[in-house]
């Protein structure tokens, strides 16, 4: 038996040292397949762990709710009162056109927030006043930092209308968690892509009410996991209901006063019928009364002239007998 394992194990040697190259070939490839799926195996907890890392840095929302009448300051405080929501801000964000080197770009401007989607300084400071930004790191380099960028003068009316101002000076290059890939994404305007975002304060929007509302949630739970789903399934329900009550009553009010100001509009256009409808019958009977007048002014004027006309007859025939006397009295004069 002894013997017989000394020959397998000769056999072996044998077979190695007789294709060594054959053998090595064998075992990288063993190796580079062993390691290439170890490597595969951690990548993804090592790219969750960076992910989970970058997004609690940066607070990227849990939920965004849109609404097409807008939000307001209570609607907000209605999200944040909800249970199990950390923080909640309106924002609001707006496409543009932007003239560089003779070229137009499409970029997306975005409402500063506070506490949700912290933005990534990479060189510079942040915006102290409306008409100040930051712009995508990469798109801009940091020579352009304190130069302004402006509006295209081809932007429309309707887009011009969602900004306070049509020159921002730029403060700093920041990284957004809302763009976690290259890709900017696609926009209604020119060529229908985007080459980048600008980041701007409140005070640089001319809104009236946000056009989002973004709620943040507990970090305790893992992105992207099934009970991180779940409890922002349950949790978006309980936000949307909490919300959507504070807008459908600001709705409704706005429709209240939308109608009461139809009604005095209504009210205002029966006054002023009322009284053109009065002032044209004051006229009709001005006028009524001025033809009467007329006509009996011609009337008296026929009088007169028939008046005349007795006059003028009188008058000649009292001329015929003045000139018959005076004739008589010449014959007289003759004959004596």
């Not at 038996?1 to 000769?10: F, G, L």
């Not at 025939?317 to 010449?330: H, N, R």
Request: hydrophobic share 35%; net charge negative; proline share 2%.
């Amino acid at each position: 038996m002894k013997d017989h394992d000394e020959d397998i194990e000769k056999n072996i040697r044998r077979s190695i040292t007789g294709s060594l190259g054959r053998y090595i070939a064998i075992l990288l490839i063993v190796m580079l397949g062993v390691a290439f799926l170890t490597g595969l195996r951690l990548t993804h907890p090592a790219m969750n762990a960076t992910e989970s890392d970058y997004i609690r840095e940066t607070s990227l929302y849990d939920l965004r709710l849109l609404s097409t009448i807008g939000f307001d300051d209570e609607d907000v405080a209605a999200a944040a009162r909800c249970e199990g929501v950390v923080a909640a801000e309106g924002s609001a964000n707006a496409d543009f056109i932007l003239q560089r080197d003779g070229e137009e770009f499409v970029y997306r401007a975005h409402m500063l927030t506070g506490e949700i989607n912290r933005p990534q300084l990479t060189a510079g400071r942040l915006p102290e006043t409306g008409n100040e930004c930051l712009v995508d790191a990469e798109r801009f380099s940091e020579e352009m930092i304190g130069q302004t960028i402006s509006l295209a003068g081809c932007n429309d009316e309707d887009t011009l209308a969602h900004f306070t101002y049509t020159e921002y000076t730029i403060t700093g290059l920041a990284h957004s968690p809302l763009y976690l890939s290259v890709e900017r994404g696609t926009s209604s305007l020119g060529n229908g892509s985007l080459s980048g975002f600008v980041l701007i304060p409140e005070e640089g929007f001319s809104e009236e009410y946000f056009t989002e509302l973004y709620v943040k949630c507990s970090d305790t739970l893992e992105p992207y996991s099934d009970a991180y789903n779940g409890y922002i399934d349950t949790l978006s329900d309980a936000v949307e209901q909490g919300t959507t009550l504070s807008v459908e009553t600001r709705f409704d009010n706005l429709v209240a006063d939308a109608e009461a100001e139809i009604a005095d509009a209504e009210q205002e256009l029966a006054d002023k019928r009322e009284e053109g409808q009065t002032e044209l019958d004051d006229a009709k009977a001005q006028l009524e009364d001025a033809l009467a007048e007329l006509n009996s002014g011609e009337a008296e004027l026929e009088d007169a002239k028939a008046q005349l006309e007795d006059a003028r007859q009188a008058l000649d025939a009292g001329a015929g007998q003045l000139q018959s006397g005076f004739t008589s009295w010449e014959s007289a004069l003759d004959a004596g």
